[in-house]
Nanobody, 126 residues
């Protein structure tokens, strides 16, 4: 089993930055890929960004490219999501998720992920 814990959410103004953290514990070798998904009220969960902890490859949703950066610190079993130039439409609960299958290409489908954190709220106000 892998446990995932998110932190770093909060209330910010449009244009501000936040950094989310996802700390993995337990059988962390079973989580070679970590991704962030988000879900806004009344909307479906959507992929935001993901990273392969082994290959370092990344994948981003078009809506966040150029604004968000995902990175990892394998020594700390932690993945970060640096979010810059935040927009009101970025408001959502952000969940990190882990996929147990190692691959170079980071999948964007939630069905590829086996473990999920409880989420952290990000609210961007105008």
């Amino acid at each position: 089993q892998v446990q995932l814990g998110e932190s770093g959410g909060g209330l910010v103004l449009a244009g501000d930055s936040l950094r989310l953290s996802c700390a993995a514990s337990g059988r962390t070798y079973s989580s070679p890929i970590i991704a962030w998904f988000r879900q806004a009220p009344g909307k479906e969960r959507e992929f935001v960004a993901g990273i392969s902890r082994i290959f370092g490859s990344t994948n981003y949703a078009d809506s966040v490219k150029g604004r968000f950066t995902i990175s990892r610190d394998n020594a700390k079993n932690t993945v970060y999501l640096q979010m810059n130039s935040l927009k009101v439409e970025d408001t959502a609960v952000y969940h990190c998720a882990a996929a147990s299958k190692s691959r170079r290409e980071v999948p964007a489908s939630s069905s590829d992920y086996n473990y999920w954190g409880q989420g952290t709220q990000v609210t961007v106000s105008s």
